[in-house]
């Protein structure tokens, strides 16, 4: 695929769409930062290496259970953000 091909498609994703993107990329980036495998945070996950490497190569986009194992796996949790402040929303 040629790059302007590639920045079409990617300008025309919904927004909710960019930020399943973007939550993907930062759950790859998190795991890689931690020095992690696939393997690795799938054990710790409670999940298989494939549902790990199917959510890093955004073929699947995981449920809300999927992906609270995941956040759990790599010590995470699920934040809300205000987008207007860019702060996080206490409850």
């Known amino acids: 695929m040629k790059w302007?091909?590639?920045k079409l498609?990617?300008?025309s994703l919904t927004e909710e769409e960019k930020a399943e993107l973007e939550l993907m990329a930062a759950i790859a980036k998190v795991r890689?930062?931690?020095k992690m495998t696939q393997e690795q945070l799938a054990?710790?996950?409670n999940l298989t290496q494939?549902?790990?490497a199917r959510v890093e190569n955004?073929?699947?986009a995981p449920s809300l259970d999927t992906l609270a194992k995941i956040l759990k796996g790599l010590d995470l949790q699920l934040g809300?953000?205000?987008r207007k402040t860019g702060r996080l929303v206490k409850g």
């Open 4 to 6: 302007s091909e590639l």
């Open 32 to 34: 890689k930062q931690r």
């Open 58 to 60: 955004l073929s699947y």
């Open 80 to 82: 809300l953000v205000d």
């Open 9 to 11: 498609e990617l300008t």
């Open 50 to 52: 494939a549902q790990i």
């Open 43 to 45: 054990q710790k996950a």
